[in-house]
């Protein structure tokens, strides 16, 4: 009896909708200065993002979040307990910049922390939770990253749970809602409880670091986690996209979007966009790879093949879309090699199917049973998407890890 109602409570938890989560369809987009900046950032800087974000082509394929880190704040509160920004930095102050950013067809995100203090030192959230949640909400803020910072004298949840309360108590009968972002480094599975405690992401992974470790690992560490991420829910965040950071090869940056754009994770840019190459240009404003990341259906793809030997270790992770199915063909190793998707094993798939690379944006004609993905180079994917053919049943092919 006990264990069925354990069973029925452990099944309820993890697939009420989030309160929040409700008009976040799809993961949100944008841009954050920390991977570039860490807090060594200013309003003119952030405008200087902004106006890119706008105007050179960016906002028109979706990222739309201009979000601030750690290092906006005062290092003290106000006389009245009000969270205040760094006047030094911030000059015109929040307000001012949410309405440049809005005017400019924008989104404005915020960042707190659940403790007492930020790494950097400034005021955090604790048992300010109601009166921070209200200056967001007369500040006009559309997204909260709230971290967590290493705060360890309350349960995690209960934090979260907190200003989740008064972001939702902040905005009720407003034609307003904030983004809620749970940056909580994933020590207590945040996975399981975000959508209770109003959490319309959650941190799945310690920082990104940009290089090449950093990337495989959060990869890896995903791969449990990918059934928790879905519109129904909210999104596994498993940090922001290190895109255009010079030190990483172009087919790691690929493969690094890939994944993300797949997993459904929030696609948070983080470069310095005034000094962005071309390439790299063209490939985050590839509307293709963006589309997996939006498709109406918000479902993760799944790990379902993996080999790890000496001349060739490679994934296949899959999962559908509203108008076919999404593949990542990933080459773990360092010399080139074939990967070939069956796709009754690897996507439950039957029938003639048409293969577009969403890389390259080309279209491979008429094949069944398999296909072929030739010359994947080290570290590289082939990110592909299946349309036509039928499902020959409901359930997906992923490997069960429970
Ligand atoms: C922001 O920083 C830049 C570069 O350090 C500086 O030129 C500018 O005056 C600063 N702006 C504000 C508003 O502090
Ligand atoms: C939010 O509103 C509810 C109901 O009015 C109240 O009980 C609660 O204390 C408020 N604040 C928070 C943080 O939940
Ligand atoms: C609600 O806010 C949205 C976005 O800011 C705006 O487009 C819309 O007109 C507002 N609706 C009302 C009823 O004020
Ligand atoms: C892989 O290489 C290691 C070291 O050279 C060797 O000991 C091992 O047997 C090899 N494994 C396979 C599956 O070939
Ligand atoms: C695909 O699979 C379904 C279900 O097993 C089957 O009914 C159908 O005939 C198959 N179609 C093809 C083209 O193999
Ligand atoms: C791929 O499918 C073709 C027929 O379409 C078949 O001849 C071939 O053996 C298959 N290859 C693999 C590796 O399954």
């Not at 129904?232 to 979007?257: A, K, S």
Request: glycine fraction near 8%; charge should be negative.
């Amino acid at each position: 009896m006990i264990t069925w109602i354990l069973i029925f409570i452990i099944a309820f938890t993890r697939f009420t909708t989030s309160q929040n989560g409700l008009g976040y369809k799809t993961p949100p987009m944008g841009w954050n200065p920390y991977n570039a900046f860490i807090n060594a950032y200013n309003e003119t800087l952030i405008k200087q993002h902004a106006d890119i974000i706008a105007n050179q082509g960016y906002l028109a394929v979706g990222y739309r979040y201009i979000n601030l880190d750690d290092g906006w704040q005062a290092s003290e509160r106000t006389k009245d307990n009000k969270l205040s920004p760094d006047s030094l930095k911030f000059p015109s102050g929040i307000k001012d910049l949410a309405d440049y950013m809005h005017k400019n067809g924008l989104l404005f995100g915020i960042f707190s922390d659940a403790g007492t203090q930020t790494c950097g030192g400034h005021p955090g959230s604790l048992d300010y939770e109601d009166t921070d949640a209200q200056t967001f909400v007369d500040w006009d803020v559309d997204y909260l990253k709230y971290d967590i910072c290493d705060e360890q004298r309350r349960p995690e949840q209960e934090l979260y749970q907190k200003m989740g309360n008064a972001l939702k108590n902040a905005t009720a009968g407003k034609n307003k809602t904030i983004f809620y972002n749970i940056c909580e480094w994933r020590t207590s599975n945040p996975w399981l409880w975000g959508p209770d405690a109003g959490g319309n992401s959650w941190r799945t992974s310690l920082d990104i670091i940009p290089f090449w470790p950093s990337i495989i690992s959060i990869i890896d560490s995903q791969v449990r986690l990918t059934e928790y991420g879905e519109s129904r829910r909210g999104w596994n965040d498993p940090d922001m996209l290190v895109l255009g950071f010079d030190r990483i090869p172009y087919e790691e940056q690929v493969t690094h979007y890939a994944f993300w754009a797949a997993m459904k994770a929030p696609l948070i840019l983080g470069c310095d966009l005034r000094k962005v190459d071309d390439k790299i240009k063209a490939l985050i404003l590839n509307k293709d790879i963006i589309s997996v990341n939006q498709d109406p259906l918000g479902l993760s793809v799944c790990q379902v093949y993996y080999r790890t030997d000496n001349k060739s270790s490679f994934d296949i992770w899959t999962g559908p879309l509203n108008d076919g199915y999404a593949a990542i063909l990933f080459n773990r190793g360092i010399e080139p090699i074939s990967i070939t998707l069956d796709f009754k094993e690897h996507c439950h798939l039957n029938g003639s199917i048409e293969v577009y690379d969403l890389v390259k944006q080309q279209t491979y004609r008429g094949y069944t049973n398999n296909y072929t993905a030739v010359d994947i180079p080290e570290h590289g994917v082939e990110f592909i998407k299946l349309i036509g053919g039928n499902r020959i049943d409901d359930n997906r092919p992923c490997l069960n890890y429970s």
